[in-house]
């Protein structure tokens, strides 16, 4: 008798763990994701970039995902967009000893990629409303050479040319806590920023694959955006956002 009520025993505790396990399943978190494959490329020729549909800058367009969540103050968000992003800078100067509006000593060009998300409609930390910079590079080329060189002149110009060109893959986490339950919707966007700076001030110019001398230009894609339903529980230390 007493080995047939530990069987009993057993066998409904096995079943009380059996039952429990989509429990625990459903527990441990949820998870959403958004791939774009189309490709920046960087010409091993030129050093341009372009998209493979031609267009300039943005291969892929932004992501947008849903996740729903349950009614717990526990439960946080964790966002990871990854990117590849392309660089693209051409800095000249020309000039010669004659001097005139014409001769320069420096020029510079900045490029830049800024990624921005929202989660239903507002910032996610750390981007607080002006996003979270991806990439960036200043380039600037200066010389004193074309006022010394008698070959320079104002007729026929010395010319000097800075190029340079990356492309890299960027990932950052951001932190969506206590976002209660319900369906969440994620964007993750992103914007180029390009500009030139010579004797003559600071010109902002579209991020544009049509690369001619003193440009600048920007490039995204493929990328990624992955969402992950996390729990904060008491016993562990509160998430922080400075």
């Known amino acids: 008798m007493r080995s047939r009520l530990l069987a009993v025993a057993a ?16 527990s441990s978190g949820n998870f959403t994701a958004e791939v774009q494959n189309a490709a920046c ?26 996740i729903k969540t349950p009614n717990s103050s526990q439960t946080a968000l ?18 010669g000893n004659g001097g005139g509006k014409n001769s320069q000593t420096s020029a510079s ?7 921005k998300v ?20 200043f380039q600037e080329i200066s010389t004193n050479l074309f006022s010394v060189i008698s070959e320079c002149t104002t007729a026929t110009p010395c ?32 914007t180029l920023s390009c500009y030139t700076v010579s004797d003559t001030g600071v010109t902002s110019i579209s991020c544009s694959q049509v690369l001619g001398s003193t440009s600048a230009a920007g490039c995204a894609g493929p990328g990624s955006v992955t969402v992950e339903q996390v729990q904060n529980f008491s016993q562990d230390s509160g998430i922080s956002i400075q």
């Open 118 to 137: 929202d989660l239903d409609g507002s910032p996610v930390a750390p981007d607080m409303g002006s996003g979270v910079m991806y990439d960036a590079r």
């Open 41 to 66: 490329m960087l010409s091993d020729g030129t050093g341009g970039l372009s998209c493979p549909d031609g267009s300039d800058g943005n291969c892929i367009g932004s992501f947008s995902t849903t």
């Open 109 to 115: 060009s900045y490029a830049g990629i800024t990624v």
């Open 159 to 190: 010319n000097l040319n800075l190029l340079l060109s990356t492309l890299s893959a960027h990932s950052f986490n951001f932190v969506a806590p206590s976002v209660g339950g319900g369906d969440h919707t994620v964007t993750v966007s992103w």
């Open 11 to 26: 066998g409904a505790a096995m079943a009380i763990a059996l039952s429990a396990l989509p429990a625990l399943a459903q």
């Open 78 to 95: 964790l966002i990871t967009p990854s990117l590849v992003t392309g660089l693209f800078t051409d800095t000249n100067i020309s000039g």
